[in-house]
């Protein structure tokens, strides 16, 4: 992966970054990647489709999801779909994005006093 | 699966409020997010939800569309864009000088042949197609429009020099018998009562005040017959208000009324500077507006018909 400076695009905003790990593993369509954010989130995050295609709007132009091809979910029905993927850009920013995270919260555990883990 | 009833109304009613997002927008994710709000649908009808799940589902959806079409509104609207800028732009250029040369005419009245009725400072524009031979005939089968009356105020080419607009009361259109006696108009043996004429001073001056005379202009003289101007076809006699000031028929002939502009329309500002700033040009004149703008402005004349 070519190194890329991705700090001037942090902190991403907690739906953005929820996307972004949607997209992590597979390419998914608008309504694949809400269903797995709710599922990263515990259904504390379930995104309307103003703000997810909104997100995405950002994202394509900010370069860090692409567009993939058309088709067809299987399991849904046969309506063809339009699917995204992440870009590499996209990888090194949520993972910069991820280590700032884990940073805050080592910071906040220290200072809490808070047992580690859950 | 086959929708319900109720599913097809909801999904028919947000694809109706997609119209409330910019129009980039819609056409780019309209069909992507029909599709989500019909998927989540499907998922709460196969999960059997109750209503309060429904409404639920209403309101995060409410929610989410209010969020969401103001930002995407906002963030349309922030760039304007070049090609945007310069469409506007060519559309009010086009419309000014559509505007400018065919329906109105800008003029600043340089001096006072018409007071009190019009005053030196006067800017006004003058409507160019409100009269038969206003010049445009292609606007009459559009718009309304009639002959030059006597008693109009009209603005006209001046005969002896086509590049100076004049502004002045018609007193005579053809056919009319016209003389003056003792600065008395006496029109087709009727002597007129003017409530708009001025007469600065109490003097007579027989070429001004007693018309026509052996002074009269040539192209006067040809038409007097028994001591009165008889108005040729085609050709208007006019009069400046200020009668004892004003350089009118009575001194270079009639008008032809091809040579009518048309009538002034509206002043849109007036402001009270002398005469040579009018007829020529001037810094001084510049700065003098610039300092004096609002105490010299006549703003009761602003936006007065003439």
Sequence with gaps: ?118 | MEDSVFVRRLCRAYAAMLYAYPRDFRLRYGVEMRQFFHDRCRELVRAQAPSSAWVHFGMRNLADWIVSTVRERRAARKPPGMRKLVQEWAVTLLLFLFVTTTLVQAYVVPTGSMENNILVGDHMLVDKVGFENGGNNWSSYVLPRRDVKRGDIIAFRYPEDIRQTFVKRVIGVPGDRIHLANKQVIRNGQALEEPYARHGSPDIDDDRDNFPTAAAPAAIALHVRDGEVVVPPDMLFVLGDNRDNSLDSRYWGFVPSSYVVGKPLVIYWSYDAPTSDYVNWNFAHLEDVALHFFTKTRWSRTLMAP
Excluded: W
Aim: hydrophobic share 40%.
């Design chain 1, 1 to 118: 992966m070519p190194k890329v400076d991705a700090t001037h695009l942090l902190p991403l905003t907690v739906p953005v970054f929820h996307i972004l790990l949607a997209l992590a593993g597979d390419e998914r369509h608008g309504y694949g990647i809400m269903q797995d954010v709710a599922r990263q989130t515990n259904d504390a995050l379930q995104l309307g489709p103003g703000t997810l295609y909104g997100c995405l709007k950002r994202m394509l132009a900010a370069g860090l999801v692409e567009e993939s091809d058309e088709r067809p979910d299987v399991e849904l029905d046969d309506e063809r779909r339009r699917y995204y993927r992440m870009t590499d850009l996209g990888r090194s920013v949520v993972r910069a994005e991820a280590r700032r995270l884990a940073g805050a919260v080592t910071a906040a555990k220290a200072r809490l006093g808070l047992a580690g883990g859950k």
